[in-house]
């Protein structure tokens, strides 16, 4: 990864124009041609430096949700309930945390009522208590990691 | 407020954008209607913020942010939204929230996350966050990330029953 690779993915991160030439818009701002941005996008996709490339949509407002959630999970089981949980379309991120509850999850459902059955699916196939952490307020989101 | 079109171009769109001149023209001929109205409806969806954002993901590790913490704050209730304001204002955040509490085992309500480069810097950044949010008599714990599992976004489909209508009709 150079500098030129850099300045695409923090460029990209803030957004991709929707018009008949958007690749061309970007290449002439990060002054490039269309073909090497193209290029570089692509092997920034398949060596796995950018896991994806494409729209980010509002859980809610197409009528899913999402929560976070964690369970306390035996070490002894720790691998195999990850797993488990992970085998799950409804799973979108899964993270190993340093802390009694040591496994936690984001669950996006595309139907709302549909939650409520993949925590009881979770709690069935793993014999634990999910712990459920909806949401509230959200009062910050900036995910921007500079390259 | 979306019809059934709109959510075949979600559909089709969740597996990323192609990587050819025109993306939209392609996606166009996919669905059988012309870039331009793939232009509009796309622009429609993101002005309503159903597309919150289109661009790219990036890999948390692979650009060296392997010290993801997660720290969490029991908040007195008529205080959160005052304090949440002040964390939000600090650049290194990456997400602040109000989450229920969840039993006596786990009273926090507010979480912020921190994504950096190592460990010793995330804790900096911490202590500068307790300080300057005046959140040092709050009682608080810090849970670093030790793998990541998976990362990737929701999946949508279009409905069976959308697609009954449309073919009936």
Redesign the interface.
């Known amino acids: 990864m150079d500098e030129i690779d850099r300045k695409i ?1 923090n460029h ?5 124009p ?7 818009v970007v290449a002439t701002e990060l002054g490039l041609t ?1 073909a090497v941005l ?1 290029e570089r ?2 092997r ?2 398949e ?13 809610e ?2 009528g ?1 949700e ?1 929560t ?1 959630a964690a369970v306390k999970a035996p070490q002894q089981q720790f691998q195999q309930i ?1 797993e488990i ?2 085998a799950m ?13 040591n496994m ?2 984001v669950i ?3 139907k709302a009522e549909r939650l409520s059955d993949v925590i009881q699916e979770i709690e069935q196939k793993t014999a634990l208590t999910v ?1 459920n ?11 921007k ?1 500079e ?1 | 407020m979306i019809d059934f079109t709109d959510r075949q171009l979600i559909e089709v769109l969740q597996d990323g954008l192609a990587k050819v001149s025109r993306p939209y023209a392609l996606i166009g001929q996919q669905l059988d209607i012309t870039e331009d109205e793939v232009i509009v409806r796309l622009t429609r969806l993101k002005q309503l913020g159903l597309i919150k954002r289109l661009g790219v993901i990036v890999n948390h590790g692979k650009l060296g942010y392997r010290s993801n913490a997660m720290v969490v704050f029991d908040v007195p209730n008529y205080l959160v939204a005052q304090i949440a304001g002040h964390v939000s204002q600090l650049s290194f955040v990456n997400l602040c929230y109000l989450r229920p509490r969840g039993g006596e085992q786990w009273p926090y309500n507010l979480y912020c996350m921190i994504h950096g480069k190592n460990r010793e810097k995330v804790l900096q950044q911490l202590e500068h966050l307790i300080d300057c949010c005046g959140l040092s008599s709050i009682k608080r714990e810090v849970l670093f990330s030790r793998k990541c599992f998976k990362q990737r976004g929701a999946i949508y489909k279009v409905s069976l029953e959308q697609k009954k209508v449309v073919s009936d009709g």
């Open positions: 993915i990209l991160q803030d957004g991709f929707i018009c008949e030439l958007p690749y061309q269309e193209i996008l692509k920034l996709l060596t796995d430096i950018l896991s994806r490339f494409g729209p980010m949509y509002h859980a407002k197409m899913g999402l976070l990850a949980i992970n379309p409804e799973i979108a991120h899964n993270y190993a945390r340093n802390h009694q509850l936690w999850f996006a459902t595309d712990y952490m909806p949401k509230i307020k959200e009062y910050f989101v900036g995910l990691l390259a």
